[in-house]
């Protein structure tokens, strides 16, 4: 038996005769709130990236950045030295 939720033109006919039921109607889908320039213009090097996060991150947000970058920067250069060694 196929899926009766299928969009086939078998199905629509069979929903048109009223053998199998409707289709529930899909939720309309709004557009998204635009981007605020500050988004926009994030930048692609790390000087950039630093800088925006210099200017909103507090103590903890800090030694938690400072920590994925520790744990960052020891993996590349384990990768690194492994890519020497090859």
Do not use: Y
């Amino acid at each position: 038996m196929q899926d009766p939720d299928e969009d086939t033109e078998w199905n629509d006919a069979l929903r048109k005769h009223g053998i199998i039921p409707q289709k529930p109607k899909t939720p309309e889908i709004e557009d998204p709130e635009p981007i605020d320039d500050k988004a926009k213009d994030l930048g692609n090097d790390l000087d950039d990236i630093d800088r925006l996060l210099e200017e909103d991150m507090d103590d903890e947000e800090e030694e938690l950045f400072n920590k994925i970058r520790e744990q960052r920067m020891t993996e590349l250069k384990l990768k690194q030295s492994k890519g020497r060694l090859v």
